[in-house]
Each structure stands twice: as structure tokens, then as C-alpha cells.
């Protein structure tokens, strides 16, 4: 993981390459084993992600979530911390966004749309800093309570819309009232492309160069990489602990509002098709490196974008979709983690 | 004695609850002794769930079932086992792969099985104890499941603390240098260890699916699994404190039952969230109380890093 260990030139082509080589057998072997014919199936995911502008556009939908969620992990990641609580983050920025929603509901765009963002994020940032706050304060494993606060996030959603905020209109349907148009981001290339794709992308690249570059980049590496010396220099783990957390939780909780704004038009109880998971195994993979996060969850999001083709195309259930995930991360890790033995 | 009948039957109402909990806890706890935490228990315990109940609906035997549900689970982390031993992968990042290759495989192969009916477990009845105060309801609540994972309490205690084995693996995760010049491999203890807590969570998500709540749906397990890796830390990686741990959230799923029945009119979702945040109370307890006091040594690097 250190930058000492610089890979020769070859390593750096290879490694890739071995990489695609690894998850493109793995997932050939599952095909397989359920009984599909592998390229064709293999053909047909890329087609369904990339294959013309509406597939494009959908990958680029899915993606937005799932970076601002990888930025939310990697984030933290920069002073040692595991946070896999992107999922909560988002599903509690989208709770209390649409709270102000339905309270200014009348209010013209330009008051309701920062308004709703801006509570997203503080929202985000508030369930991130309780696990920060056990964690600075008191020592708590940051990995274990994010993990379970997750859960309190989905319910709390699942709450409110089957209970004080359900639309009455909605007949059965567990959901709110529909936003209304000035609660939307625009969007872009006649799609859904909206923007906060932009803004995850901008978000990435900023943190690029506030840790290259910034004091604040610095002191981070230096907490994680020598805490004694970070202590003996006054630098303040627990506040740190704070301020990367916060900023990931506003990220993460800016990925819900936008997802129940945007694309769904209104909250319902499942946002979020899993991206805070996905966005931990995104900065995991990307070694928490802001620029190979960009690629890595355009990546994942098309695997996901290409879930619904599938569905509709060739009659694959879904879970396919999430299986090949899991196995690209599992390629990835494989393969990595073999070339840091060799050089060793 | 109504009161003490009320009582019996919240007893074995917490007991039900946490039984799968703590059949995936002992195995989580044996895993994190040696130095190795694997967040893809949840997975594990949903395809345990899912094999297990498939396999009873197509035997007919819910014995079957249970050992099949076993098998699987045994079977995902070996996916673990590749990453962190052969590949030096990060845990955290390799668990959430296998949680997640889990809730893929058993949501996909499992879809058929929503909505099959499975035939039941045997039930326990001892009449003179039926009308007991207490002891009446608890008894007539109680399932082998649950008998099954109250025995493993006091066996793998005994196992851990008090053989040969168990020192090994005890050594692997204090101090895997001493075990390594005393011819041990801690490579094949923790592959062994995180086999063990697969077979382990398997059960569990085996006697989630096919006693506890008789039915399969995509994703039971509900966060079941990562609680038990939490708790494993409440329970000071101590197998005999494990049953405590798990009773806790038990009770806490119990009682947001009981008060549901009870006709409270907070509603179910909110009170859903309760097991959870009482395992995130007692867990700061825990930091409060004993900071790092009895964590594995190799298991604190990798939680610490």
C-alpha cells in the first residue's frame, strides 16, 4: 500500500490486465455453472452499459451514487479509519432532505433545492460523526458501528414512509408524495444525467489535490502512517477522526437526496440499490487513490446499469448482477494482493 | 403465576431470537481468536439459510436441512480464507466481497423457494412440566436448534480453553511468531478458524430459516451476522460470555415483539431498530469499561491497522 514499493514499468501494464483476465474467467466460470453461454452473456453486459447513448447514460446514473459513497470511505480511510456507513449516510441524508421538502414544499427552486441539499449533507455528516465521536472519544471500532447504524438508517426510511410521511394518495404504496419539479437538479444530454455526477466528479478530483497538495493532505498521512509522530507534532487524531468523517457523511448524504430527488421523484423505503457497499469496494479497490476511484466506480456502476438489461434482454434475475460485483472485487483483490507477495 | 408465565414465555422468546445469532457468534469468536475478523458472516449465514431451506423442502427432513445449510456456509469463506491468507487482502474489504457474493448467490438460486412450505422440527415436550409456572412456557417454547446452541456454549469453551488445539489457535492470535517456531502453521489454523466460523454461521443462518422463522426470503438475516461480529467483541472473544451477548439483542428483538403484541402504538419499523442500537449501547460499554483489555494481539492490528 506504500508508495515506496513503486511497481516496474511492466507490473504497472500487467497488473491491470491480469486483473480484467481474472474477472472476466470468474465470471465465465459462473455463467457456466447457471447454465448460460458465457461470452454471449459477457457481450451483452457490456452492450446493456455502454452500448448507446440511453445504456451510457444509465451507467453514468448509477455511477454518481456509488462515487460520492467511495469518496465518503476513502475519505476517512486517510487517517486509518474503516467506515463502511456510506449506506446509513445516505439513506439519513434522504431521510431528513425530504423532511425539508415536504415542510417547504411551496417554496420556489432556488430557496428549496440548496436547502434540501444542504440538509442532506449535514444530516450525512451528523450519523457519520456519532460513530466518529464514539470512536475519537471513546475508542469504539468505527467498522462495527457504522456497520450497525446502517441498519437504523433503512429503518428509520422504512418508517416514515409506511407511517407519518406515506402519501395518502399512494394507495398501498409505501412511499412520500411526489417531489415537486423545483426539488430537481438539472440534468444533462436529454437523460438522467444530473448534476451531481458533476459534482462527484469535481468532489473527487478536489480531494486529489487537497491531499497532494494541502497541509491538511499532509497531517492526514502523517497520523496514519506514524501515529506517535503525529502526536508528538500536536496533531489532533480525534479531531481529524471528526472532520473526515463529517465530510463523507455530507457526501454520502448528498448521494441519497439526489437518488430520492432525481431518480425516484419521491423517498420509498429501498434508495439506494446498495451503493454505500459498493462505494466502500470502490475505494478499497482503488486503494483509496481519489483519482482511480473515478474509473473504478464507473466500472461498477455499469455492472449495475447492465443488471436491468440483462433482466429484460436475456431473463436474468438481477442478483446476477450482484454476483458478478462481488466477483470483481474478489478477481481484484485476488490478483493484487499476488503481485504485493511477488514483490515482497 | 401469571406474571411468572408472561415471564417464561419472554424467556424462550429472547432465547428463539438468539439462538442463530449465537450459533454464528461462537464460529465468528473462534475465527477472531486467531487473528482474523470476517465480515462475510451475514453472507454465510444467508446462504446457510438458503441451502438449508431448500434442502428441506426437497428432503423433507429438516435434519437434512440443517447439515446442508452447515456444508454451504462452510464452503463460502473459503473465498475468505483465499484472500486473507493466499492473496493478504485487506479483511474488511474481502469480507464485504463474500457478504456480498452470499446475499448474490442465495438471493438468486433462492427465488424459487419464496412462498414453499418445509416440514417442521420435532417438537420438545416434557408433560410434567406442562402448567409449571415459568418452566411450563419456557419448556413448551424450546426447540432443538436451540438446545443444539446452548450445548455448543459449554463445548466450544472447553475446546478453546482447555485442549491442545485450542491453545494452538489461541497462540495463533496472541502471538503467531511463538506459534510459528513452535511448528505451527498460523496459516492453516486461521484457514481451519475461518472454515470452523463458517460451518459455524451456516447453522445459524440454517436454523434462522428453518426453525426460527420457517420461511426464505432474499436477505433474512437482516444485519444478523455483522451483529454477531460486534458482539463477539462485547463478549471479550470468550466463548462462555458469547450466550449473554446474544441474549442481549434476543431480549431486545423479543421485547419489540412483545410490545407490538402488546398493541404499543410506536410503530414496528422503529421498533425494529432497538436490538441494534442496544448492541451499539453495550458495545461503547465494553470500550468504556476495558479499552483493549483481552483483544487477540493479531487481531488488534488488523483492527487498528
Redesign the interface.
Known amino acids: 500500500m506504500s508508495e515506496a514499493s513503486r511497481p516496474r514499468a511492466w507490473v504497472a501494464l500487467s497488473q491491470p490486465l491480469v486483473c480484467g483476465g481474472a474477472v472476466l474467467l470468474l465470471c465465465g466460470a459462473f455463467f457456466l455453472a ?1 447454465g448460460r453461454e458465457p461470452l454471449s452473456l459477457l457481450w451483452l453486459i457490456a452492450v446493456s452499459a455502454f452500448g448507446d447513448g440511453y445504456a451510457l447514460s444509465e451507467t453514468l446514473v448509477k455511477t454518481a451514487p456509488i462515487l460520492l459513497c467511495a469518496l465518503a470511505t476513502a475519505l476517512p480511510a486517510r487517517v ?1 479509519l ?1 467506515s ?1 456507513g456510506a449506506e446509513g449516510q445516505l439513506y439519513f441524508g434522504a431521510l431528513l432532505g425530504t423532511g425539508f421538502v415536504l415542510m417547504a414544499f411551496e417554496l420556489p427552486g432556488y430557496v428549496l433545492l440548496p436547502g434540501m441539499l444542504v440538509t442532506a449533507a449535514l444530516a450525512g455528516a451528523a450519523w457519520s460523526a456519532a460513530c466518529a465521536g ?1 470512536r475519537a472519544g ?4 468505527e ?3 457504522t ?6 438508517a433503512a ?2 426510511v ?2 416514515v414512509v ?2 407519518p410521511w406515506k402519501d395518502p394518495l399512494s394507495q398501498g404504496w409505501p412511499a412520500t408524495r411526489d417531489f415537486p419539479d423545483a426539488a430537481r437538479l438539472p440534468t444533462f444530454f436529454d437523460s438522467r444525467v444530473h448534476l451531481g455526477l458533476w459534482l462527484a466528479i469535481g468532489g473527487a478530483l478536489a480531494l486529489h489535490v487537497l491531499m497532494r497538495r494541502s497541509r491538511w493532505g499532509l497531517e492526514l498521512d502523517v497520523i496514519r502512517s506514524n501515529p506517535r509522530a503525529a502526536q508528538g507534532a500536536g496533531l489532533n487524531f480525534g479531531r481529524h477522526v471528526m472532520i473526515t468523517m463529517a465530510i463523507g457523511g455530507a457526501l454520502a448524504g448528498i448521494a441519497g437526496i439526489i437518488e430520492t430527488s432525481n431518480i425516484q421523484g419521491r423517498l420509498q423505503s429501498n434508495i439506494s440499490f ?1 451503493a454505500g ?1 459498493s462505494g ?2 470502490v475505494a ?2 482503488a486503494r483509496n487513490d481519489f483519482l482511480r476511484i473515478i474509473p473504478l466506480s464507473l466500472l461498477v456502476g455499469a455492472l449495475l446499469a447492465s443488471g436491468d438489461g440483462l433482466q429484460m434482454l436475456a431473463g436474468v ?1 438481477s ?2 448482477s ?2 458478478v ?3 470483481l ?2 478477481g481484484v ?6 503481485y ?2 511477488r514483490r515482497s | 403465576m401469571d406474571g411468572l408465565d408472561a415471564l417464561g414465555a419472554f424467556a424462550i422468546s429472547a432465547l428463539r431470537s438468539a439462538t442463530p445469532l449465537l450459533l454464528v457468534m461462537l464460529g465468528e469468536c473462534l475465527t477472531q481468536r486467531t487473528g482474523v475478523i470476517n465480515l462475510g458472516v451475514e453472507g454465510q449465514m444467508l446462504v446457510g439459510a438458503m441451502v438449508g431451506y431448500g434442502a428441506t423442502a426437497a428432503s423433507g427432513n429438516p435434519w437434512l436441512g440443517l447439515a446442508a445449510g452447515c456444508a454451504a456456509g462452510c464452503a463460502l469463506p473459503s473465498v475468505h480464507g483465499l484472500l486473507v491468507g493466499g492473496a493478504r487482502a485487506n479483511q474488511f474489504g474481502s469480507g464485504l466481497s463474500v457478504w456480498m457474493l452470499g446475499f448474490g448467490l442465495s438471493a438468486l438460486l433462492g427465488s424459487s423457494l419464496v412462498g414453499r412450505q418445509i416440514a417442521a422440527l420435532p417438537e420438545i415436550r416434557i408433560e410434567a412440566l406442562d402448567g409449571v409456572p415459568f418452566l411450563g412456557p419456557l419448556v413448551a417454547g424450546l426447540t432443538p436448534t436451540v438446545l443444539i446452541a446452548l450445548a455448543l456454549v459449554p463445548v466450544v469453551g472447553w475446546w478453546l480453553y482447555r485442549t491442545r488445539t485450542g491453545l494452538h489457535w489461541r497462540a495463533t492470535g496472541e502471538v503467531p511468531e511463538a506459534a510459528r517456531s513452535a511448528g505451527l502453521s498460523p496459516a492453516r489454523i486461521r484457514l481451519n478458524a475461518i472454515l470452523v466460523g463458517g460451518l459455524l454461521s451456516g447453522f445459524g443462518g440454517a436454523a434462522l430459516a428453518v426453525d426460527y422463522t420457517r420461511t426464505w426470503a432474499e436477505g433474512m438475516s437482516a444485519g444478523r451476522g455483522l451483529v454477531a461480529v460486534g458482539l463477539v467483541i462485547v463478549a471479550r472473544w470468550n466463548p462462555w460470555l458469547t450466550l449473554p451477548a446474544a441474549l442481549l439483542f434476543g431480549g431486545a428483538e423479543a421485547l419489540s415483539l412483545r410490545l407490538q403484541a402488546a398493541g404499543v402504538t410506536v410503530s414496528a419499523h422503529l421498533l425494529h431498530t432497538l436490538p441494534y442500537l442496544a448492541s451499539i449501547a453495550v458495545l461503547t460499554l465494553t470500550y468504556v469499561r476495558s479499552r483493549d483489555a483481552g483483544t487477540p494481539a493479531a487481531l488488534k492490528a488488523v483492527m487498528d491497522r
Not at chain 1, 471513546?138 to 471500532?141: A, K, M, R, T, Y
Not at chain 1, 456497520?147 to 437504523?152: F, G, I, T
Not at chain 1, 483483490?333 to 499476488?338: A, H, Y
Open positions: 447457471i486509518g474503516i463502511v464514539l471513546l475508542g469504539v471500532n467498522t462495527i458501528t456497520l450497525l447504524l446502517n441498519y437504523v429503518l428509520l422504512t418508517w409506511f407511517g446498495g457497499f466502500f469496494l478499497w479497490l434475475p442478483s446476477v450482484l454476483v460485483q462481488a466477483l472485487f474478489v483483490l485476488l490478483v493484487n494482493g499476488w504485493a507477495s
